[in-house]
Nanobody, 124 residues
Framework: QVQLVESGGGWVQAGGALRLTCTDS????????MGWFRQAPGKEREFVAA????????SYGDSVKGRFTISRENAENTVYLQMNSLKPDDTSTYYC?????????????????WGQGTQVTVSV
């Protein structure tokens, strides 16, 4: 069973960068599509990015296009989210998710496994 662990969150000033890492500690997610979501207090979970299993096809939420990049290393069962030009509105808890499908998805309910989340805080 997939067990996802996120890391790399923290505090950064606006305009800065962070890289989030999601690792499947049981090394079973290499054939799953992966996604990143975020959720701020009082708000719905928001799609950030997804990457397919084969060919690494990616998709992004409108609010992060051009600033965030999702990538994966299947051999290491690891997914990354490089976040550049961060804004205060990016402040949120970021979650990694795995889906039993070769294709990524933008709806949170399409994912089967979730990590515990990592906090990202962007100050002005």
């Amino acid at each position: 069973q997939v067990q996802l662990v996120e890391s790399g969150g923290g505090w950064v000033q606006a305009g800065g960068a962070l890289r989030l890492t999601c690792t499947d500690s049981r090394r079973t997610s290499g054939t799953y599509s992966m996604g990143w979501f975020r959720q701020a207090p009082g708000k719905e979970r928001e799609f950030v990015a997804a990457i397919s299993t084969k060919n690494g096809v990616t998709s992004y939420g409108d609010s992060v296009k051009g600033r965030f990049t999702i990538s994966r290393e299947n051999a290491e069962n690891t997914v990354y989210l490089q976040m550049n030009s961060l804004k205060p509105d990016d402040t949120s808890t970021y979650y990694c998710a795995a889906r039993r499908s070769v294709l990524g998805a933008i709806r949170p309910e399409a994912y089967d496994y979730w990590g515990q989340g990592t906090q990202v805080t962007v100050s002005v």
